[in-house]
C-alpha cells in the first residue's frame, strides 16, 4: 500500500489527511459511480426453429428465463415469446457482456427445460446465436406490449420474417446463409 505522507513544519512526517478523506470517501460510496440506461431486445430461437411453446410451459420458462435475469443484477422488463423464440426486454448491468449474458441464460433454461421434460417434450435445444437490439428507453412501453402480443402477432407473420425486419430496421449485416443456424 503506498501512503501519501507529508512533512510538518517541526520536521515529522505525517499522513497527508487529504488522502485519508478520499480513502474515506472511497470507503463510503460517496465517490461518483456508473449510471447506465441501456434496454435491449434479445431475441433468440429453439434450434432449427422447432415449436416447443405453448400455453402449458410458456408462463413457466418465461418466469425463469427472468429469475436468471434477476440473478445476473439485470432488469427484466418482459420475457415472452411465441412457440419457436424468445424475446427479452431488459436492462443489462453494466459489468455483463450481453454474448455472456445469452450464453447464461441458455445454459442454465436448457438445464431447467431437461429437468421438466415432461413440459418440454418437442424442446430440440438452442440455436446457436442471438439477435439484440438497443432502443431509447421511451420505447419500453411499446417493445413490452410488443413481446405480450407475440402469439397473435405470429399468427400473421413468421420468426424469419420478423427477425429480418429487425435486422433492417437496426441496420445490422446479416448473411442469410448463416441467419437461423
Not at 400473421?156 to 445490422?172: A, F, G, M, P, Q
Request: net charge positive.
Amino acid at each position: 500500500m503506498i501512503t501519501k505522507l507529508l512533512t510538518t513544519p517541526e520536521g515529522v512526517e505525517a499522513v497527508n489527511p487529504k488522502f485519508i478523506c478520499k480513502f474515506i470517501a472511497v470507503l463510503k460510496g460517496i465517490i461518483m459511480s456508473t449510471y447506465t440506461q441501456f434496454l435491449y431486445q434479445l431475441v433468440f430461437s429453439s434450434k432449427d426453429h422447432i415449436p416447443f411453446l405453448s400455453s402449458m410451459n410458456q408462463h413457466i420458462l418465461f418466469a425463469y428465463l427472468a429469475g436468471v435475469l434477476k440473478n445476473k443484477s439485470c432488469h427484466s422488463y418482459i420475457v415472452g415469446g411465441a412457440c419457436n423464440h424468445i424475446h427479452i426486454i431488459t436492462h443489462i448491468h453494466p459489468t455483463i457482456c450481453p454474448a455472456y449474458l445469452i450464453k447464461d441464460i441458455k445454459e442454465a433454461s436448457h438445464v431447467m427445460i431437461f429437468r421438466e421434460r415432461s413440459l418440454f417434450q418437442n424442446f430440440p435445444g438452442w440455436q446457436v446465436g442471438y439477435s439484440g437490439f438497443t432502443y431509447h428507453i421511451s420505447s419500453k412501453e411499446s417493445l413490452i406490449k410488443y413481446v405480450k402480443n407475440q402469439v397473435e402477432h405470429h399468427k400473421t407473420i413468421s420468426y424469419k420474417d420478423e427477425l429480418i425486419r429487425l435486422l433492417n430496421e437496426h441496420d445490422v449485416d446479416f448473411t442469410d446463409e448463416y441467419l437461423f443456424t
